[in-house]
């Protein structure tokens, strides 16, 4: 397996990883199993880990093929939390 290939293949995992952790922190958020402050807070954190998983994506990818934005606006870099 290529150096390329297994880079491109753990981004994409991550990728799906971070979307399935999506689905499980809206669950928790929906059944009050999580305050609105904590799933904000790590809704956050979740936001900006897919923003960088897409850009190593983005960036192993480069040369083999083009890789356009994001699937959605929620991958765009959101600031720290001030507190």
Known sequence: MSKLF???FAATFALGSL???SVALRLAKDLELMSEDAWRTIER???HAGTLVWRLYAAV????RQVGSPPT??????PPNPA
Do not use: H, T
């Open 6 to 8: 297994a880079a491109v």
């Open 19 to 21: 979307s399935e952790l």
């Open 45 to 47: 954190l979740r936001n």
């Open 61 to 64: 990818g480069k040369n083999k």
């Open 73 to 78: 606006a929620r991958y765009r870099p959101i």
